[in-house]
């Protein structure tokens, strides 16, 4: 029996899986605000719980925002702020008086989905993680790549490959550097882009189905961000060379992104074939929590 915990900035969430993969419980709780004791406290209770359900100590694997530093072992770029400067590996594993596995959240979701997700049975998969940031994660044979500096995947703070004259030097993101994937990507990013474009404040869910609906400003807003998203995932075909890259994420919802976005990749692509296929994940929400389970396969 395994659990799998998404430490997320508003909730906690913990799933007890079998040995197959199969869901047999499942708790969420609010996110302590601003609160690391109480942020320990939760996850512990949450796991026991889950014990409880198993009748045995389970396996436990967490999917955090930000990630360990290889230098200090503590917590860095979280944007669950208490988090950081913190050794929460070794403070969870002593609340939960076992071993602990941790990784990214958008490391969680590829493995979710390589394991028995969209992309089961690729021998590479990239997953796409398109909210309110852009992050990523790389899953070779089975098994997360997280890379020396444990940055394996962090796409999303790379330049905007092959910008046009208007997108230099593009926007600050919040990282501090102008023109990243993530300050064009992202679901804010979007919306701004059509703010700035036509003075129009709307969600980017809402402006996805104005474009679908025939609005001529949201397609052509949604037309800017399929080329972009076509250059920067050009770019990782051209590195990984996946046999599929997985997306999540509330910009995955948009349809059209899986029909437009491989039509227009494949200038950006060092090959005369791109046969890498766009899918959308099949657990959806549940891939972070599920992928942090699958951490100790």
Request: one cysteine or more; charged letters at 25%; hydrophobic letters at 40%.
């Amino acid at each position: 029996m395994r659990v799998g915990i998404d430490l997320g900035g508003t909730k906690i969430e913990a799933v007890l899986l079998d040995a197959d993969g199969s869901e047999r419980a499942r708790r969420r709780v609010p996110t302590p605000h601003d609160d690391y004791e109480a942020t320990l406290r939760a996850v512990g209770e949450l796991v026991a719980a889950l014990d409880a359900e198993a009748g045995t100590a389970a396996s436990v694997g967490i999917g955090m925002p930000g990630s360990l530093s290889p230098l200090t072992g503590l917590v860095r770029n979280s944007n669950s702020t208490c988090l950081n400067h913190r050794p929460f590996h070794q403070d969870i594993e002593r609340t939960l008086r076992r071993p602990v596995r941790l990784a990214n959240d958008a490391n969680c979701f590829a493995l979710s989905e390589a394991t028995d997700g969209a992309a089961a049975g690729g021998k590479v998969v990239f997953g796409v993680i398109l909210g309110t940031g852009v992050g990523g994660g790389l899953v070779v044979d089975g098994k997360l790549v997280v890379g020396r500096n444990l940055v394996a995947g962090e796409w999303g703070h790379n330049p905007l490959p092959a910008p046009e004259d208007d997108e230099r030097p593009g926007p600050r993101c919040y990282c501090g550097r102008l023109g990243c994937i993530e300050a064009f990507l992202s679901g804010p990013a979007f919306a701004r882009d059509h703010r700035e474009a036509t003075g129009e404040e709307r969600e980017a869910a809402a402006i996805a189905e104005a474009a679908e609906a025939g609005d001529a400003a949201a397609d052509a807003t949604l037309s800017r961000y399929e080329r972009r998203f076509a250059r920067a995932l050009g770019s990782i075909v051209n590195v990984a060379d996946p046999d599929a890259i997985v997306l999540g994420g509330g910009m995955s919802n948009i349809d059209r992104l899986y029909e437009t976005v491989p039509k227009l990749w494949g200038p950006h692509v060092f090959s005369d074939v791109v046969e890498t296929r766009l899918v959308k994940a099949k657990h959806g929400d549940a891939s972070g929590v599920r992928g942090a389970a699958w951490l100790w396969d």
